[in-house]
């Protein structure tokens, strides 16, 4: 529900949502109990509507504890996913990975129409010095955190020490990911204007297009060390070929994104849809990444012409059911009793990360000479991890099978703490801060 | 051809549809059935060409049953209107009662010869029997529509058709239904056939109350998407689960929808553009999934159908000149134009085909292609013929590009 129907939400809207919600439980359980057996291709059908009202209707219940959406959405696949009540199966969760290539698709699409040159000009020198000391400093510190703690970590133990060393890289790369959708959803909802909501929005976004290219440069750099060997100039030229390639790819898609938004501008959603599908396949083909692909387009559309408002409407629509399903997967796809022995880890990992933050966001704030408020509060908006945290660690399991899982796993319990966390400090900074217009 | 190759196809037909769903365009470009694109798909099939592979087709099952429930979603949203136009209750019974007229014909007839035609049949007589009722039952809304429009027909025999094309489209919905119900999930057969049936609506009913009760707290456009597209998805998973139909269920969600929502006419504006978007890929999968070699049959079953759907035309038309006086001068050719079947035909083919996987159920899908080409050669100009004759068309020499506005709203069936 919109921020504006869901503040006129009363006690009898949540009720029939409660009994609905319910009522759906009721009627999937009751379907799974008389046919238990089912090929998970047609039990897609079933999961992805059923996670699609079950995640809205359970975040629209979790709002009123004053919880972001994206929590209703991870508990609504944690509950009805293969650990807990069992009524999407692995299978039918493993069916359901397309929609994750949609998804991160659209967040990188969507991150770069984000990004305005006018905007990043205006907060420029914050932005940059912030960047610089969460990326640089978070990256090695919470490698480093992971490295200490790796004895504690099922998934880590045994490995050797090389590999060990390559995960805990991959680890800080996503660690200092944020979440571009949570900081949106934020803003919309207080609609806040001033100095931190400008330099919050500036900030994440280029950190969308600093975490793409790190993570590429990062998997190139970690191969090595899982194989053997060093690193060759020939995994630099791979490395330089993917991320100049993927500038290239997603400029000249970005052109052609722009040129169709101003002669033809219909059917938008199957144009994305057929853009998430089709060239994410085809990129990955010719080794160019798709990430960093989509951000640059967006980018594209959004300061070399005058379409970026519609291409952001347009991602915003298209994405609006994706996400539900791609995040109540996500939480489906939770190793409960993983994370039943991972919890005390993932708290670590989230207490260090949101210290690192703090630490480096006050420290770059002060050199960069930053105003009172951005000093004081600039770190609130970089807790909440989502998304593109969730896609990037789709990304690991991918190009790295062999831990990837079990990585996973431990990514979407720290994701999950995050993003309960960060939504509720960042309002509450806009609010002190006296941003927010409501 | 691999999946994601396939998959761009079936968005670029989506696309095509969506850009002929405009006004301009269904009274200047393309067949009123989508016949043409049935035909491409058998061109692309395993059985032809070969682009479109036996393993790609199992593959897209689950999009064609999405496609195909979709289909009688929209069906039921706008059941018991015409545009925004009410049906009167008489006309829609009589639309019913004459549909059920045709299928029970074609029932009765293969159904008595098929042990003289195709003895292999036999042990699935009831199968075929019914299956080619209810892919011969229905008449499309599309073919009044796109004559209506083309050629700037009105009066009461155009709004009479429509009405009983409209009207019709419950009665193959709920054939399918019994049909699957026949042969549901191992843990639902201790269940009474009739309980079943009940079942299969009941599904889409809850669901449609549930989905009613969300629309009614003041979602924006793109929530009340998330809720239409969850409570059908969840519709068709949860019927399929259970070995009903899942195209029943959509449509009782539709149907409910439709009938208590008071966002009915939004709803409808949000799924109109849809519908052809879905149709065009679904009629290319069903074109893929025709297969004569695994139907020896159907070179028998499909005249016998077709005749017999052509005779009880005939009685029904009969009984519609004797009752309707804007009938009467139009006179038999009502009969031909009766016999044009669209996308809730193709749907309800689909349906069975998928549902059972047997030689008898391909059968029927041949019957469904076979009616719905038939129906695309004879019916317009049949039904030209009727409203020229009954004096209801504005631009009899040529096709009308410029409709009056307020036409729509009478004559076309827009929603």
Redesign the interface.
């Known amino acids: 529900m919109s921020h504006a129907a869901a503040s006129r939400a009363g006690a009898g809207t949540r009720l029939i949502q409660a009994v609905c919600l319910g009522a759906l439980f009721v009627l999937v359980m009751a379907a799974t109990r008389v046919a238990p057996d089912i090929g998970a291709s047609l039990g897609t059908l079933g999961a992805i509507g059923f996670l699609l009202l079950a995640g809205t209707l359970a975040s629209e219940l979790l709002e009123v504890l004053g919880l972001p959406h994206l929590s209703g959405y991870l508990l609504a696949g944690i509950v009805a996913g293969p650990h807990v009540l069992h009524l999407v199966n692995h299978e039918t969760v493993d069916a359901l990975s397309p929609v994750n290539t949609l998804a991160l698709a659209l967040i990188a699409l969507g991150g770069g129409a984000e990004l305005r040159v006018s905007t990043l000009r205006a907060v420029g020198r914050s932005v940059s010095y912030g960047l610089s000391f969460q990326s640089g400093v978070g990256l090695v510190t919470l490698g480093g955190v992971f490295l200490l703690l790796s004895s504690h970590v099922p998934f880590a133990r045994g490995l050797p020490w090389p590999t060990l060393i390559a995960v805990a890289l991959l680890w800080g790369t996503l660690a200092v990911s944020r979440s571009p959708s949570a900081c949106l959803g934020v803003l919309a909802q207080t609609r806040a204007k001033g100095p931190l909501a400008t330099y919050s929005l500036a900030s994440i976004m280029a950190s969308d297009v600093v975490v793409v290219v790190l993570m590429a440069c990062v998997i190139v750099g970690v191969r090595p060390l899982m194989l053997g060997g060093g690193i060759s100039m020939a995994n630099l030229r791979v490395l330089g070929h993917e991320i100049v390639g993927s500038v290239a790819v997603g400029t000249s898609l970005g052109l052609a994104l722009a040129a169709y938004l101003r002669l033809v501008g219909k059917n938008l959603l199957l144009v994305l849809i057929g853009l998430g599908f089709g060239l994410t396949e085809f990129m990955r083909y010719i080794h160019i990444d798709p990430l960093l692909s989509f951000l640059t387009a967006g980018f594209v559309v959004q300061n070399l012409s005058l379409q970026g408002d519609k291409l952001l409407h347009a991602v915003e629509q298209a994405s609006s059911l994706v996400f539900i399903v791609f995040f109540a997967t996500a939480g489906a796809h939770l190793d409960v009793p993983l994370l039943r022995a991972l919890w005390p880890i993932a708290l670590m990992l989230c207490s260090a990360r949101a210290i690192v933050t703090f630490v480096t966001s006050r420290w770059a704030s002060r050199v960069a000479q930053d105003p009172p408020v951005i000093q004081r509060w600039g770190w609130s908006s970089l807790v909440s991890q989502a998304g593109l945290t969730l896609g990037l660690s789709v990304v690991i399991v991918r190009t790295f099978p062999e831990f990837g899982e079990g990585f996973r796993s431990l990514v979407i319990a720290t994701v999950a703490l995050n993003e309960m966390i960060g939504p509720v400090l960042f309002k509450y900074a806009l609010d002190r801060a006296g941003e927010s217009q409501h | 051809m691999n999946a994601?190759l396939l998959?761009?196809g079936l968005?670029?037909l989506?696309?095509v549809g969506?850009?002929l769903r405009g006004e301009r365009a269904i009274r200047g470009i393309g067949l009123a059935s989508g016949a043409e694109y049935l035909c491409l798909g058998i061109a692309l099939g395993p059985r032809l060409l070969g682009i479109v592979s036996e393993t790609l087709l199992e593959?897209f099952?689950?999009l064609l049953?999405?496609g195909a429930s979709w289909v009688t979603f929209i069906a039921g949203l706008g059941y018991g209107r015409v545009g925004e136009r009410p049906i009167a209750p008489l006309r829609a019974a009589l639309g019913v009662l004459g549909a059920t007229l045709v299928g029970s014909a074609v029932f009765a007839a293969v159904y008595a010869a098929l042990p003289l035609v195709a003895p292999a049949l036999v042990p699935d007589r009831l199968l075929v029997a019914g299956g080619a009722a209810c892919v011969s039952a229905g008449t499309t809304r599309q073919a009044v529509r796109w004559v209506v429009e083309r050629y700037s027909a009105r009066g009461p025999l155009a709004d009479t058709l429509a009405d009983h094309a409209r009207a019709s489209a419950l009665v193959p919905i709920a054939g399918v239904a019994l049909l699957i119900a026949l042969r549901p999930?191992?843990?639902?057969e201790p269940m009474a056939f009739a309980w079943r049936v009940g079942l299969t609506f009941g599904?889409g009913a809850?669901?449609g109350l549930?989905a009613l009760?969300?629309l009614s707290?003041?979602?924006?456009r793109?929530?009340s998407?998330?809720?239409l597209?969850?409570?059908?998805?969840?519709?068709?998973?949860?019927a399929?689960?259970?070995?009903l139909s899942?195209l029943a269920a959509a449509f009782a969600l539709g149907l409910t929808l439709g009938t208590l929502s008071k966002r009915r006419a939004e709803l409808s504006a949000m799924v109109r553009p849809t519908e052809r978007?879905v149709l065009l890929p679904l009629a290319v999968l069903a074109g893929a999934l025709l297969d004569p070699r695994a139907a020896p049959a159907a070179a028998f079953v499909v005249p016998l159908a077709l005749g017999a759907r052509f005779a009880a035309e005939l009685v029904r038309t009969g009984l519609l000149v004797t009752t309707s006086r804007a009938a009467r001068p139009a006179g038999l050719s009502v009969a031909y134009g009766l016999v044009s079947t669209g996308e809730v035909t193709l749907a309800c083919g689909v349906s069975i085909a998928l549902a059972f996987d047997t030689p008898p159920a391909r059968t029927v899908l041949l019957v469904a292609a076979a009616a719905l080409l038939v129906g695309e050669v004879v019916a317009p100009l049949a039904l030209r013929r009727a409203l020229g004759r009954a004096g209801e068309l504005e631009s009899p020499d040529g096709p009308s590009w410029s409709m009056p506005p307020e036409l729509p709203a009478r004559g076309s069936d827009a929603a």
């Open positions: 994601i998959l761009l968005l670029t989506s696309y969506s850009a593959g099952e689950p049953v999405v999930a191992p843990g639902l599904i809850l669901l549930i009760a969300l707290r003041g979602l924006t793109d929530e998407w998330g809720v597209v969850g409570t059908s998805l969840l519709s068709m998973g949860v399929t689960r259970l070995g899942p978007a």
